[in-house]
């Protein structure tokens, strides 16, 4: 058989059955679709009903390596989990780093394929292909830290994969964690997981390596990249020192830096959570995720314990939109969002938006139930975290349901700065108009990392574009969203994009898996795995005006800041970005299927 | 008067904020040259929020922001 960086097997878990399985992995299709994200989202589309109810036992769990996933490129080590989202009701893929991706491959499985519902709480053990599921009532219930600790215990050098009380309980913000602090953090994976009764996935592997096609041509271009990643000032520099959290500074300064659940775009004092500011009075380490040569993950010290720190996301979830201008106190509700397993941009977003709810009456300080949702309370974000992750009280439960569920019952769905029932990260649009036309057209809602036009808009990179202006934005946009399909399908880190290009990245894929892509072939891979996303979209019962932004970012202009009277012009862009996908009414043409060898998966 | 706000590794040996009397046909190339700022090291430069050349000539009361490389996500 051909040598790739592919295992060529799945493990089948039949919860219901507990059967265990193990079958092989269909190289031509994953070639195709190249791995995790593209790969998972083929499978799901072959194996489940898009219309079905994401926590009913219908719904498939895949959690699936990258191509390279475990091979020595740098940051490959990225595992994805895609399924039916029960936030968005489309479809889900969220990737995360650590060590546990790297683990499986080792172990000798491409990916996991979770079916049924388990009739009371297991977990999954993996010892090389020893695959064993046991029984896990002694561990619901446990925080993500608990969890890992006790099976860590008792396998030795493993690698845990698990979920918190957020995905017992539902929570549809609920992430799946793995080694500490690493999150699928996503559009609520871990809510389906739950409703599996699924704690936890342990790993133990004997290699730490695996084969590839062309060792010689993986070594040769390991060295460029290896070079490209250390000198280049952001993953060389910037990311090493500062992490993400460096951004807070640089988006506010252009007046893109929303506050208040986005009533405000410009902080006064951004500085007191920023990357400087962690960095000088608060970082006690680095963390490196597997083979990563930049190492953004921060460390501080809670109770005299080291802790993941922030991202920029979480700092200005916390500090910018909840008004809490506190970094001990984000650290807090941080830690708190990694131990209950959620997401530490959709919770924090969610109170902030039930802030505006209570700020404007529509929530009464009895329903608050002694913790008052004011802006800038220390308190109130910390314990607001603790009830949704619990699901605790009416309104505990009723958050975690996210921002848009919590705002239609209050009757001001506008209040909710979602897209597609997710809630949106941390750059106002309004400044940004190229980062509104991806947030709206992001597969799986309100997102950043689908096509990340910060980079050209604000960073410089690998060119400037002038954020106030929508000329161009279509087909940058596009560029963005199909390579970025391609890297999390790979396996490896979106980080390294700011130091390789797509050149690179054919590179890596053709010497690890014998692929012979040229740039091209490699973007349309990738154009490949969107438009795919984008059926099953359609399937679920995706409408055309589900690409859209909240009404705050198309009407209202920004107030304050040095990007003040400014809007988002999602109606003149995204007529412009459906004609560069060869899309009509936010769906693909037959044409554009038969380009993209999809036409099998429009058909019901 | 120009506030130059730095930031991240440019701040090391000159501090956060620094201000300047501004002078007619002043531009970002002098001010960099004035702070001691190699141009290279400049990844983002600001002009009252919004990106410009440094040659661009620089108005009294001006907020200058300039950043190294950096990024994030």
Redesign the interface.
Known sequence: METTSYNGKLLRINLTNSQITSESLNLDLAKKFIGARGLGTKILMDEINPTIDPLSDDNKLIIMTGALTGAAVPTGGRYVVVTKSPLTGMIACSNSGGEWGAKLKYAGFDGIIFEGKAQSPVYLSICDEKVELKPAEALWGKTSSETEEILKAEYEKSSVLNIGPGGENKSLMAAIMNDADRAAGRSGVGAVMGSKNLKAIVVQASRNNIPVTDSEAMRKEMLIAMKKIKE???TG???P???????V??IN???SFPTDNWQGSYDENA?IIS??TLAEKYLKGTYHCHRCPIG?GRVVEREGKNIGGP??ETLWAYGGNCGVHDIPTINEANFWCNELGIDSISVPCTIASAMELYQKGYISEEECDGVPLTFGSKEAVVEWTKRIGLSQGKLGALMAKGSQRLCDAYGHPEFSMSVKKQELPAYDARGIQGIGLNYATSNRGGC??RG?M??PE????PE?L???KTEDKATWTKIFQDLTAVIDSMGMC??TS?ALGADDYANFLNAGTGTTHTVDSLLEAGERIYNLERIFNKKAGMKAEDDSLPKRLTEDSIVD???QGQKNHLNIMLPEYYAARGWVNAFPTEETLIRLGLEENDRS | MIEVRLFATLREGRGKIVKLDFKTNFNGIQLLEDLKIPQEQVSIFLINGHHQSFEKLLSDEDIVSIFPPVGGG
């Open positions: 280049d000032g952001v520099t910037g990311l020192t500062y992490g993400t959290a460096v951004l500074n640089i300064e252009t007046g500085e990357g400087e953004c991202e920029y950043h990392v990340y910060i980079s604000i960073l410089a990179h400037l002038d954020r106030t979106l980080f700011f800041g040095p990007s």
